[in-house]
């Protein structure tokens, strides 16, 4: 925070905009790129049309600018404000908008990688023991303010976290690339199901093997479709595991966990994150990032607004999907 203040007096009366941030470390300060790198990007993702078409009296190069600062600091829309001089319900209309439009575009592209470009990335340790391995799988939990409604509360409620969360499923390559990213669902779904309605074993060949932690209970469904899954063995009714059983299982954890702490913590680590989410019949935070977001959107159903739908339609109108409570007792 006290660098952005710095930054902002060195701008002196400058607009806060991409051409006055006068080098690198500035530029990758407050959007983690060079100030190549943000030209590059801008121009791949190729949105300045789309952006256009919001009305805004900003430039879209700008107002791309102050979507990357946001989602880099996670500072709050009110310094914003005074950063970029313009209201903070400006600036949540303005995030909100460019979120949209890249999700448009990107949820087109396709990040799964062929398994041929898999084994060429893959580490040498890791292929002389995992050369089959596909994917990485792995779940992340973000944790939501309670909701008021008993049935919304058990939908929510996560027994691993003790707390109400969202939860996700990411895939990752051996190389450490993120290659999968599931919809967000209710805290209380089951790992199994989860991985099950990603509908990633859509992206699976035969003789693929899925690696996974133990609460991935999904060795069966992975049969079906002629391909294995590769996790730490269980105890079962043993006291101890035998010599050959905890070296496969430090085979396993050596390739698989080094690679999700990594990558699960680098999502965790987002600032956007840091808050937690809020749910129906409970105001968002002052400034909340995603509070901010959905109370500038409004339905289209019966002219209602975001925050008086119920619960499970607010979740799935923001890419969450909830379950019914015949869905839950049936997980």
């Not at 990213?181 to 093997?209: A, H, R, T, W």
Request: charged fraction near 25%; hydrophobic fraction near 35%; charge should be negative.
């Amino acid at each position: 925070m006290n660098k952005l203040k710095e930054l902002q007096d060195s701008l002196g009366k400058k607009a806060f905009i991409p051409e006055n941030i006068s080098n690198d470390t500035q530029m990758k300060a407050l959007t983690g790129f060079t100030k190549e790198m943000f030209s590059c990007v801008y121009s791949f993702l190729n949105v300045e049309v789309d952006l256009q078409t919001g009305n805004f009296f900003k430039r879209p190069v700008d107002i791309f600018f102050l979507f990357l600062v946001k989602l880099r600091t996670g500072i709050s829309n009110e310094f914003l404000s005074v950063l970029f001089e313009i209201s903070d319900s400006t600036i949540s209309r303005y995030f909100t908008f460019v979120t949209t439009v890249l999700y448009e575009k990107l949820k087109l592209l396709h990040i799964f990688s062929s398994k041929s470009k898999v084994v060429e990335s893959m580490p040498r340790q890791f292929y002389s023991e995992n050369r089959d391995c596909r994917v990485i799988v792995d779940c992340n939990e973000f944790p939501i303010q309670k909701p008021n409604s008993p049935a919304e509360q058990q939908m929510t409620f996560s027994f691993y976290k003790n707390t109400n969360t969202l939860k996700g499923m990411i895939g990752i390559m051996p190389s450490g690339t993120i290659s999968f990213i599931s919809p967000l669902y209710c805290g209380s779904i089951s790992y199994k199901e989860l991985f099950i309605k990603s509908q990633l074993m859509d992206l699976l060949e035969p003789n693929d093997v899925v690696m996974a932690d133990k609460g991935f209970q999904i060795e069966q469904d992975l049969q079906k479709i002629s391909c294995k899954l590769k996790c730490p063995k269980f105890l079962n009714d043993c006291i101890q595991f035998d010599a050959s059983d905890r070296i496969e299982n430090c085979k396993i954890s050596n390739g698989h966990s080094l690679i999700i702490v990594l990558k699960s913590t680098q999502l965790q680590e987002l600032p956007l994150w840091h808050e937690i989410l809020w749910s129906r019949d409970q105001r968002p935070p002052p400034g909340g990032h995603l509070a901010a977001q959905i109370e500038s959107q409004q339905t289209e159903d019966n002219g209602e607004k975001d925050d008086n739908l119920h619960f499970s339609k607010r979740l799935e109108k923001h890419g969450v999907n909830a379950f019914s409570q015949n869905e839950i007792e049936h997980f």
